[in-house]
C-alpha cells in the first residue's frame, strides 16, 4: 500500500490505522507523531499517517 502510493508519486500518504501488537506502538492519526515522522524519513517521503476504517467498508478496502 505504501510503497504503491509511493510509485503513484504521492508524497503525503495515508494508511489504514492498525492496533499494536501486544502494546507495541503502530503509526497514529496525527501524521507529526515522532514514529509518524520516522516512518515517513524511512519511506522517503513528506508525511505518513492512518485513517480509521469503518467496520462495514473494512473488507471492501483490502480487496482493491
Known amino acids: 500500500m505504501i510503497y504503491t502510493a509511493i510509485s503513484n508519486g504521492e508524497t503525503d500518504i495515508l494508511v489504514p490505522a492498525l492496533d499494536g501488537y501486544e502494546g507495541t506502538k503502530e503509526l497514529e492519526l496525527a501524521s507529526n507523531y515522532w514514529i509518524n ?9 513528506n508525511s505518513l499517517g492512518t485513517f480509521q476504517l469503518r467496520e462495514d467498508n473494512d ?6
Open 37 to 45: 515522522k520516522c516512518a515517513a524519513q524511512y519511506y522517503g517521503v
Open 59 to 64: 473488507l471492501d478496502y483490502f480487496s482493491e
